[in-house]
């Protein structure tokens, strides 16, 4: 095995113990990047001195490890861009402390990667710097908006990847890719230094080879921070000490496979296959019914949750972006490409004084009915699992002229990112033809980081779709 190919715990315990060095650890990692990432469009921006910051990081946690961030997190030394040209070259004065935290731990940022502008979509398409391709198969999206960090793990650019994740940005991308991609519960992780999508909902968050490098990564970004109001005083636990425990006697709720564009699809097949996997496990599996209505021991249907993201989010898009006004930073509203512009018209429309009662108010209701109906089911079950996506990674130029292509293939990953709940994405199919996966969403209530990561973890154990897994257990 290449060494850029070796998983995050690997690597750390293969450098503490001086079984590989850095300079050959980065020369893999840099090796492929040079070879692939003209033609997948990965990173926007490369450390070529990463090498270099390895020094004296042995001793700590992360052991100097390339970690790939998406470039919407601020960081000394590389631009960040949020992949819009209006911030071009624009590189920041301090450091968000998810990136802090990371080299703070040893962890060495090797470059930033491409996402879709301001994240605003689930393709990666919309990118000022053009679209990444799905390592899987070139011909296909990787997914959005975190597309570029997922990517870059997927063909093994880099060890541990960093993304954020509004409705869905970090686990859809990480099902269309075939990897590991955690969404914290809102408030875990600090929003401090992130570019603002839409703050009531925005969650950075880890994508990773296996279970335990995103456990491994909550641990070293998780936590309060003075600078977010919105983070959690809760302690923060060790996220692998959790991960052998199982789920024998847990209750489980499959959820979503009836939805109309789901039922009898592969990827609702692979998700009641996963519910017997979980059954041979020990855990008790029950299906669960979508709803039109609030309904005791039955699910929203995610329809509502569309409507309900896309007019938040709208409205949280027109004020985020207002200060990108060319007079303080960046360039002018004259740069900013059209989906950009087309948020902000219909975020600034839903909030004007004759129309926030009958959009963005009603739009809250219904996000709190959505949050009352999980917060109803979690009384009853430990987790629910459902498709990550409704299908594999759409062909390239899927998001052209699809004002909603996001809404629409995040449509069962919505609900849970505007409750604020915890899901982390794991492979769960593999389509030999086009060489394409397909993700199960794994969702607990707030706080509940510790039950998703050991479900996906017996489930990842138990199944043959991590070739990561599968290649270290050799």
């Avoid at 996966?437 to 017996?458: S, T, V």
Wanted: with cysteine; proline share 4%; hydrophobic share 40%.
């Amino acid at each position: 095995m290449k060494l850029n190919e070796l998983t995050l715990t690997k690597t750390i315990k293969m450098l503490k113990s001086k079984q590989i060095s850095h300079s050959e650890l980065y020369s893999a990692v840099t090796q492929k990047i040079d070879k692939v990432n003209n033609s997948l469009n990965v990173y926007v921006a490369l450390d070529n001195e990463a090498v270099l910051k390895t020094k004296n990081t042995l001793d700590l946690p992360l052991a100097g490890v390339p970690i790939a961030v998406k470039d919407n997190f601020l960081t000394v030394g590389l631009p960040t861009t949020a992949s819009s040209k209006v911030l071009s070259g624009f590189h920041s004065p301090y450091e968000s402390t998810v990136t802090k935290k990371i080299r703070d731990s040893g962890g060495v940022i090797i470059g930033k990667t491409n996402m879709d502008a301001w994240a605003h979509g689930s393709s990666t398409e919309s990118s000022d710097f053009g679209p990444t391709k799905n390592p899987r198969n070139p011909e296909h999206l990787p997914g959005g908006s975190s597309g570029g960090s997922a990517a870059a793990i997927a063909a093994n650019m880099a060890i541990g990847a960093i993304g954020s994740e509004t409705a869905g940005s970090i686990r859809q991308p990480a099902s269309w890719c075939g990897v590991v991609g955690m969404k914290p519960t809102y408030g875990r992780v600090s929003r401090a230094g992130v570019i603002a999508m839409a703050s009531s909902t925005d969650s950075p968050g880890p994508i990773g080879k296996t279970v335990i490098d995103c456990a491994v990564l909550l641990n070293h970004i998780a936590g309060k921070d003075c600078y977010d109001a919105t983070t959690s005083s809760l302690a923060v636990s060790d996220y692998t000490a959790y991960l052998s425990k199982g789920v024998k006697g847990m209750k489980v709720g499959i959820c979503y496979v009836d939805h109309p564009k789901v039922k009898g699809t592969p990827a609702a097949l692979a998700v009641l296959d996963a519910g017997k996997v979980f059954e041979r496990l020990g855990a008790t599996v029950d299906l669960i019914s979508a709803s039109d209505t609030l309904m005791a021991n039955r699910i929203l249907n995610p329809n509502y949750a569309i409507g309900v993201y896309t007019v938040v989010q709208r409205a949280e898009v027109s004020s985020n972006l207002a200060r990108y006004d060319g007079i303080r930073i960046g360039r002018g509203r004259d740069f900013l490409a059209t989906e950009a512009k087309r948020r902000i018209i219909l975020g600034t429309f839903t909030l004007s004084q004759s129309f926030v009662e009958k959009y963005y108010v009603r739009a809250q209701k219904v996000r709190s009915l959505i949050i009352q109906n999980f917060h109803n089911l979690f009384g009853t079950y430990d987790i629910l699992i459902a498709p990550t996506s409704a299908g594999y990674a759409q062909r390239l130029g899927s998001s052209a002229d699809n004002p909603l292509f996001g809404e629409i293939e995040d449509m069962l990953l919505e609900a849970s990112s505007i409750a604020g709940l915890t899901g982390i994405n794991v492979p769960c199919m593999r389509d030999p033809k086009t060489n394409l996966f397909l993700g199960l969403d794994i969702m607990a209530d707030q706080w509940q980081e510790e039950k998703i990561l050991q479900a996906a973890y017996a489930y990842e154990q138990a199944t043959e779709w991590n070739e990561w897994v599968a290649n270290e257990s050799e």
